[in-house]
């Protein structure tokens, strides 16, 4: 008989003697953050081709992605806790409860995948009503087609995922996710310019480069899953049908945390497509400046996938104290990362501009460049004020979502979002344009500063020490 032994990772399981240290979080966290990093590089990518081919098409580029991602956030959100399921399940031991809420996650995106694409033509008809120019609609309509085209290869990766990240093992996470990046950056290369016989895409060479990227990523990642089951005995095979029992209960912890990600991404959507209605040069430079805050942010949402991985092992271990601890390690190395960057933004804003700038002079407006730099310096300062609230809103919101604490972060975050963000941003746009842009940034920073302490508040009662999500 195969000695499994042998094939174990160091990450498979947790040694007792570095529970709830550093190192622990580290192993972890590193792995992750370079993973979801590599998904900003995959966006940086795009808007920084996108930028030489046309800034319509730049201007275009954040909307109709942030659409896709607003109407996929339900279902993503959905297989995003099945991370939580699978981390409180490995910590008491229940190998066939882990493959039962895989494939549970499965079934669940393959549905939300054909509703999504079922929704394609409805969607269409209403982006021509979103006040943006009419050749910046059609660029976001194409655009926003071909990624709803690949929502269901993108949500079964995400389930993937949550079974290597729930069970420690982020370095696999991170090298497909590093696959994926470079897959889609030598197709984006290609398509969007053309290559030989390849005729140039445009817009459509950026999307299809995307779902591309995600159809390789599912794939690699369900190679690796049958590997992990043959060698680790998690009993797939048996757990493949539907379980309506562990569905609803996925379904009752994993909707709310939908939810929340769904009004996070309509009320950004809106300031977005506010912005566009206060000018294209102020919707480009929103688009510019949202694109580098992501170099900082995007990798953060690594750290607080590992801070839930690991707050949901120890609640299904019956540990929190050394929940508390793992938080506050996250919380300190993630401020210490963010203010890295604030730095950054606020003392080197025209360096990191310049590879944008230099692909704009290969587009078909070079000079319009030049006009929203200054305005994105601008933004870049408000980016600054905001960062550190930003890692506590995902540091202290995945750790009480980790224990199961979904329903206070959904409704806390939708409020302060809709009411401190979305609600002024409006009223500027139709009774106070003259407020402009630093209008609508300024709204868009109170509502991150008020949520992070919010959520800290929260994690400081420590109700969620005592939940569970797992039978």
């Known amino acids: 008989m195969e ?23 580290l192993r972890v966290a590193i792995p992750l953050m ?6 900003s590089v995959m966006g940086i990518i795009d808007r920084l081709l996108l930028t030489g081919l046309s800034l319509d098409a730049l201007s275009a580029s954040m909307p109709a992605g942030m659409l896709h991602w607003t109407i996929l956030s339900v279902p993503f959100g959905i297989a995003t806790y099945v991370n939580t399921f699978v981390s409180q399940h490995e910590g ?4 066939d409860r882990v493959a039962a809420c895989v494939w549970q996650g499965i079934w669940i995106s393959l549905l939300a995948g054909c509703v999504i694409f079922a929704l394609i033509p409805l969607v269409q008809t209403l982006i021509p009503h979103n006040g943006h120019p009419p050749a910046v609609q059609k660029l976001e309509s194409e655009y926003y ?9 993108m949500l079964m990766s995400n389930i993937f995922s949550a079974f290597f990240a729930g069970r420690g093992q982020t370095v696999t996470v991170m090298s497909v996710n590093l696959a994926a990046m470079l897959t889609n950056a030598i197709l984006d290369a290609v398509l969007i310019f053309g290559f030989g016989p390849i005729p140039q ?35 797939f095979s048996a757990e493949l049908k539907w379980d309506a ?14 939810i929340q990600m769904l009004t996070d991404a309509a009320a950004f959507m809106i300031f977005i497509l506010v912005t566009g209605v206060l000018g294209e040069h102020q919707l480009a430079a929103t688009n510019l400046a949202f694109n580098l805050n992501s170099m900082a942010f995007i990798p953060l949402i690594g750290m607080g996938t590992a801070v839930m991985s690991l707050v949901g092992r120890r609640i299904g271990e019956g540990r929190p104290d050394l929940a508390v601890r793992t938080t506050w390690l996250a919380m300190g190395t993630s401020g210490l990362y963010m203010l890295f960057f604030c730095v950054l933004f606020l003392v080197i804003p025209n360096v990191l501009l310049a590879p944008y700038a230099a ?40 750790a009480i979502r980790g224990a199961g604490d979904v329903r206070f ?29 630093n209008g609508c940034w300024a709204a868009a920073t109170a509502h991150l500063i008020l949520a992070g302490l919010v959520l800290f508040w929260r994690f400081r009662q420590g109700h969620w020490r005592s939940m569970k999500v797992i039978d």
């Open 359 to 398: 692909f704009a002079k290969h587009s078909n407006r070079p000079d319009e460049f030049a006009q929203i730099v200054p305005l994105v310096v601008t933004l870049l300062r408000f980016v600054a004020v905001y960062s550190v609230f930003d890692a506590m809103v995902i540091v202290f919101g995945n």
């Open 3 to 25: 000695d499994r032994s042998q094939h174990e990772s160091p990450e498979a399981s947790v040694r007792p003697d570095t529970a709830g240290t550093l190192g622990e979080l």
């Open 145 to 153: 087609s071909i990624l709803a085209m690949g929502s269901a290869p």
């Open 34 to 39: 370079i993973s979801t990093g590599s998904l």
């Open 201 to 235: 895409l445009g817009m459509a060479g950026a999307a299809w480069a995307t779902v591309l990227a995600n159809v390789t990523s599912c794939i690699v990642f369900a190679v690796l899953t049958a590997r992990a089951a043959r060698l680790h005995d998690y009993p």
């Open 245 to 258: 029992k562990l569905v609803w209960r996925m379904l009752s912890y994993g909707f709310p945390n939908g």
């Open 92 to 95: 008491a031991k229940q190998k």
């Open 409 to 437: 972060s959904v409704i806390a975050t939708t409020l302060i979002s809709w009411t401190v963000m979305v609600v002024p941003c409006v009223s500027i746009a139709i009774w106070f344009p003259k407020l402009g842009l």
